[in-house]
């Protein structure tokens, strides 16, 4: 457990993604994140389906917030969550305050990259739509260019993932 946190500071530091462990029962192990990254949504900890020992899911919440999530196995099961989310622990009230989050197409690689890291195999990555009433960050218009070709490169990248309701116990996907 020793190197595998030692691997993921360093993923951390070079990434500047937000990552996080959790046990088998989801309490938080460690967490490499920056001060103002808030804890990870148990709401989603909860929806995490399909997670076997070297297995990755990538998860998309909105348009501006996605996980991705590897499975382990030391002598009981662990998960490691990469989140990137725009908000800040303080962007609740009055006033924004966001920071740059990635695109969904560089947390897909940060992923494979963390798992051929892990296993020094490739993986084929299952990619769900959480549909929900409430999502953890807020719509915003997109303002910048930037962000707009960032959100169509996403759109595509969108399109290949499964949806699926984390409100009720129905379980639906798109071909």
């Given at each position: 457990m020793e190197n595998l946190l030692k691997l993921l500071q360093n993923f951390f530091y070079a990434s500047s993604t937000p990552v996080f462990i959790f046990n088998h029962d989801n309490k938080?192990?460690?967490?490499f994140t920056s001060i103002l990254t808030p804890n990870f949504p148990k709401k989603y900890l909860d929806s995490i389906i399909d997670l076997t020992a070297q297995n990755a899911n990538l998860y998309v919440v909105?348009?501006?917030?996605?996980?991705?999530?590897?499975?382990m196995d030391f002598s009981k099961p662990v998960k490691i969550i990469i989140w990137s989310n725009i908000r800040t622990i303080?962007?609740?009230?009055?006033?924004?305050?966001?920071?740059?989050?990635?695109?969904?197409?560089?947390l897909r690689s940060l992923t494979y990259l963390l798992?051929?890291?892990?296993?020094?195999?490739?993986?084929?990555?299952?990619c769900y739509e959480m549909i929900s009433d409430t999502v953890f960050t807020s719509s915003t218009e997109i303002e910048s260019p930037l962000e707009t070709t960032r959100s169509e490169l996403d759109f595509q990248?969108?399109?290949?993932?499964?949806?699926?309701?984390?409100i009720g116990d129905n379980s639906w996907q798109f071909g």
């Open positions: 938080e192990i460690a967490r909105s348009e501006n917030e996605y996980f991705s999530v590897i499975g303080r962007s609740t009230g009055f006033y924004e305050d966001t920071f740059p989050g990635i695109s969904l197409k560089k798992y051929y890291s892990l296993f020094q195999t490739q993986t084929e990555l299952q990248t969108r399109l290949s993932c499964r949806k699926y309701d984390v």
